[in-house]
């Protein structure tokens, strides 16, 4: 059965390109509960230990140098279906390939820079929620 809950992140370009408010719009507009949410900025250590999962990759410096780069936007999402919703929502990885109105479609640079991160299972939601708010943070 589903968590119903998803975590996601707006990434530093998308911050730092003033588009909170409105991805922040998108997710409600798309019917989901914001239940924990704050604006901080990881260190280059802790974007590391987010990202471990890609550690062996290529593209692993340039992640966590890029995702301690500035400030973020974290949030736990609830929705029925959060998950799979969101991801719908949010878009293809590279925005040249995401679906039109998307979020990475309308606010991402490139593959690198794409606006937001969206949990790809209902494990790695709680995970990922976990890693950012502790249980008092959650609404």
Known sequence: MANNITFTMIKPDAVAAGHTGAILAQIAAAGFRISAMKMTQLSPAKAGEFYEVHKERPFYGELVDFMSSGPIVAAILEKTNAVEDFRKLIGATD??????????????KNVGENAVHGSDSDENALIEGAFHFAGVEKF
Do not use: N, Q
Request: charged fraction near 20%; hydrophobic fraction near 35%.
């Open 95 to 108: 925005p040249s390939k995401a679906e039109p109105g998307t979020i990475r479609a309308l606010y991402a």
